[in-house]
């Protein structure tokens, strides 16, 4: 909960006017870094001149850019004057820039590069964040500090802070609505859970992240904010293929991804000579350190900034095999839950509170409960309030609906079994999660991607495609068949014969967020899928 009655933005700014000195943000091309008092001077003067050019309480201000210092500076000044930022991903397609500036009904349009101009060209406002930072400063300068405090002083913690469109794996976006109360909620509550990440490093030197989450989506701008009230130095990245590029000279002490990047980082263990035999016996095990010796191990330490001891994940279910295996190389995995209507915060483990295949516990002030059929149903302080535009009660019965489906065991440890909306039910009536059976498939090597398929058919089918990705048609390759077809044997193993992958085509290509089949958060657009390979999906059947 929120100190008082005031917004996330004031909450931050508190923090780093008491913060040390040393360096807090950095960023790349061009390299640039800021500290805490840098950071809160920039941020008010950018705040004084949004207040200059007529920016009001409630006007809503799209953000669509990529991870950078500028994008922080121009969020916290936008909250704290009482704007509601609406944050767009810059990988977003005209159309969908368009859909989220109009539903909002935003006035101005703030755009980090040329291409992202282009995307918002006709809009409200559209200005370049580059040329707005210095003009907002200058316009500033003639807004009294007495001014700037009246106008902060009426932001309240239960006003509106954004609306965020859900990048969505089905569907039209939907703008959630989340408070300053929300935010700060599921900021404060992850650092204080997590004091061993987020407050302790090695003496006289802060602890140290990278983060390559889109600013635009609620993780990474939740994990953002808890680094800043916390003191973390973060590293802020503009796509996830930085992370192997930075890592070893910025040497984070944790790191907070999507199983993806653990899943990558696994890959990159086999390709340094890890030995399959080594890798198949260090997952059995289980045992943190497995890896302690040896040169694959010494190489991938390095590769990892040879500071790195936990690594926060969430945004999709991990394989547990891979959570092993990261585990082997001496890195704690703590699971996380949560979606964007809670403000991506709703159970966190923790270093000694971590049980094999679950997300830890609920958070600080907030409750969990399994309906009866199976959903995961929760109410806290970072819940949304409702979607923008849409009336009425949005939690009838006082709940928020997940959409996920889960247990909880005796002593509260949470655990997502997969997704409602994409179980599979079959024509013979057989309920079937495809998550774990595409999880263990992609992490075959040569395996880029897995879509499981088979609503309304008789049996499960598999889209594949491949790392590096094929050219032509792999499909006819026997050699790939055959090397595909020992990664669907591993994953079948998982399931009953009704549930089991009976066939798979394999896909020239990728999927990526460029071409719309995959999130911003790397998560596989299910819909976009079955209907760009339809006649694929349907000679599965033949």
Not at 51 to 56: C, F, H, P, Y
Not at 192 to 204: D, K, Q
Not at 321 to 340: N, W
């Amino acid at each position: 909960m929120l100190p008082g009655d005031r917004s996330v933005a004031d909450e931050i700014l508190a923090r780093l006017d008491a913060a040390a000195p040393g360096a807090l943000l950095s960023s790349w091309e061009p390299d640039t870094e800021i500290d805490a008092a840098g950071l809160a001077a920039q941020v008010r003067a950018v705040a004084a001149g949004l207040v200059a050019d007529g920016v009001r309480r409630g006007d809503r201000v799209a953000l669509l850019g990529g991870n950078d210092i500028g994008w922080v500076v121009l969020d916290l000044a936008l909250l704290a004057v009482g704007a509601i930022v609406v944050p767009i991903y810059p990988t977003s397609a005209p159309a969908q820039v368009a859909h989220a500036v109009a539903d909002s009904g935003a006035v101005r349009c703030l755009v980090g590069t040329a291409a992202h101009e282009a995307a918002a060209a006709g809009l409200p406002g559209v200005e370049r964040i580059d040329a707005a930072l210095p003009r907002l400063v200058a316009a500033g300068r003639a807004v009294a500090d007495a001014v700037l405090a009246d106008r902060t002083a009426l932001v309240r913690a239960d006003d509106v802070a954004t609306i965020v469109y859900t990048s969505g794996t089905t569907g039209a976006p939907k703008g959630c609505v989340l408070t300053h109360r929300n935010l700060h909620a599921a900021a404060a509550n992850v650092v204080s859970v997590l004091p061993e990440l987020f407050t302790t490093a090695e003496a006289g030197r802060r602890p140290r992240t990278l983060l390559f989450l889109p600013l635009a989506h609620v993780f990474g701008r939740v994990t953002a904010l808890g680094c800043l009230w916390a003191g973390v130095h973060t590293g802020l990245l503009a796509t996830a293929a930085e992370l192997t590029e930075r890592t070893p000279a910025f040497g984070p002490d944790f790191l907070v991804v999507v199983p993806y990047a653990l899943e990558r980082i696994r890959k990159a263990a086999r390709a340094v000579g890890l030995d399959p035999d080594a890798e198949r016996a260090v997952v059995a095990a289980g045992e943190a350190g497995r890896l302690a010796e040896g040169p694959v191990a010494g190489a991938m330490r390095a590769a990892l900034g040879g500071r790195l001891r936990h690594v926060i994940c969430g945004g999709a279910t991990l394989d547990p095999t891979t959570a092993a295996f990261t585990e082997a190389l001496g890195v704690r995995v703590l699971g996380a839950y949560g979606l964007t209507e809670s403000s991506t915060a709703v159970s966190m483990s923790g270093p000694g509170r971590v049980r094999a295949g679950r997300v830890g516990r609920p958070l600080p002030g907030t409750t969990v409960a399994i309906a009866d059929d199976g959903e995961v149903l929760v109410r806290g302080p970072q819940v949304s309030p409702g979607y923008w535009g849409v009336r009425g009660e949005p939690y009838p019965d006082g709940w928020l609906h997940t959409g996920d489906l889960g247990s909880l065991d005796d002593d509260g440890y949470l655990a997502i079994t997969g997704r409602r909306k994409e179980i599979i039910v079959t024509s013979g009536g057989k309920n079937v999660a495809p998550e774990p059976l595409e999880d263990r498939i992609r992490l075959h090597p040569g395996v880029a991607a897995a879509v499981v398929v088979g609503e309304g058919r008789p049996y499960v089918t598999a889209l594949v495609t491949l790392d590096p990705p094929a050219t032509g048609d792999p499909d006819a390759d026997p050699a790939l068949r055959a090397a595909v077809a020992a990664a669907v044997d591993d994953a079948n193993s998982l399931v009953s014969r009704a549930e089991s992958v009976r066939r798979f085509r394999l896909l020239p290509g990728a999927f990526t967020v460029d071409d719309g089949t995959m999130t911003p958060s790397l998560k596989i657009r299910r819909s976009v899928v079955a209907a760009r390979y339809a006649a694929e999906i349907d000679a599965l059947y033949r």
